[in-house]
């Protein structure tokens, strides 16, 4: 899967752009604040149908204009597509082919970006809804499944937190509607925990490759009830005893919501006892394992790393570079950087330059 031509019009500071792109390692340079990084933005807006930087539409749209538009012509084995998004400060409308997407599960399986940006070198210091985020995200795009159930996830969870905020709290539906979330949480427990499985069986690989030393890393899930057993039974003897509690609080407590994941590295929770330069590669080892999970060459995800160089030593850089070329199509952001057998593209006042490296 790669992106091969990008059309921009009236997109953040773009009036209009129009780029061809590299099948393999593209390396965008370019002044801070001076675009690189809205180029990689549109890619990725059209696989989830926002952006990695804001939940404002509106922020998209060049000033002063009434709308934005991002064409690209998306390329699979022998399939092309044409994706193109519309965008107001009020609205998105999303075409392949000139045929409307109305399902994000949909979009998801017409082009699939997965994205490194700087402030996610603290995932795993950050809290724990960006680890959340990143499994629901990662396994929405992959299962239309888990997709559907998380949605019915949220849906009940409002139901049950209305129904927690009556002043008489109606314990005979509030037991009916309990019995529902937890059906659902096992479904998305079984998933985020096959998700997991799948990426500890290439992430410690991939760190090891970056870092030039053998390590010893996984991810810890931590689910909001024991996974062995009976899911059913345990979680509504958890809820159970957390009734009064929600009651009181009249708010959920207990749930996939509140779930969290950590990363092991040579023994010791990333979060406490790694570095700088440890978080930000195990991050990019754990973005980059999504790639190694999807077995179809076809269907393998268009990587960006949004300015991932920076913090890292020349040797960390080289090394990484090294292994992502090895890969699909690559996008790199950086304001400078050498780079060997990649396409190089030079930003400059809303204006872009290729040269090969």
Do not use: W
């Not at 994706?83 to 009020?90: C, E, G, R, S, Y």
């Not at 959340?132 to 992959?142: C, G, P, Q, T, Y």
């Not at 199509?329 to 204006?351: P, R």
């Amino acid at each position: 899967m790669i992106v091969s031509r990008l059309i921009l019009r009236n997109f953040r500071n773009y009036e209009r752009l129009e780029v061809r792109f590299d099948p393999k390692l593209n390396v965008i340079l370019g002044d801070n604040a001076s675009g690189k990084t809205n180029i990689v933005e549109a890619i990725y807006f059209l696989s989830l149908a926002r952006s990695f930087r804001t939940s404002e539409t509106s922020e998209l749209i060049k000033n002063g204009r009434q709308f934005a538009s991002i064409e690209a012509r998306v390329e699979e084995d022998t399939i092309h597509k044409n994706i193109v998004a519309v965008l107001t400060p009020n609205s998105k409308k999303i075409t392949c082919n000139k045929k409307q997407i109305k399902k994000l599960s949909e979009l998801s399986s017409l082009i699939n970006v997965i994205v490194f940006e700087p402030k996610d070198a603290l995932m795993f210091s950050d809290s724990p809804l960006v680890r959340r985020n990143f499994l629901d995200i990662n396994l929405s795009k992959k299962s239309p499944v888990y997709l559907e159930n998380l949605m019915s996830f949220d849906r009940l969870l409002k139901e049950r937190n209305a129904l927690l905020k009556e002043d008489d709290v109606n314990e005979v539906q509030l037991k009916v509607v309990t019995s529902q979330l937890i059906a659902v949480q096992e479904v998305l427990c079984k998933y985020r925990k096959a998700y997991i499985n799948e990426i500890n069986n290439v992430l410690q690989k991939i760190i090891t490759n970056i870092k030039g030393s053998k390590e010893e890393a996984h991810l810890e899930y931590l689910p909001f009830v024991k996974l062995d057993g009976d899911f059913i039974a345990n979680a509504t003897r958890a809820y159970e005893r957390n009734l009064e509690s929600d009651i009181r609080h009249k708010v959920t407590q207990l749930g996939i919501h509140r779930e969290d994941m950590k990363l092991i590295l040579n023994g010791y929770d990333i979060s406490a006892h790694g570095s700088q330069g440890e978080n930000r590669i195990a991050v990019i080892a754990l973005k980059l394992s999504s790639y190694f999970i999807i077995e179809d060459k076809d269907k393998k995800p268009i990587i960006i790393l949004d300015d991932a160089m920076s913090e890292l030593d020349k040797t960390h850089q080289e090394r990484l570079l090294e292994f992502v070329g090895k890969l699909g199509q690559v996008f790199i952001t950086s304001t400078k950087l050498n780079v060997k057998n990649a396409s190089i593209y030079e930003v400059k006042k809303a204006d872009i330059t290729r040269r090969n490296a």
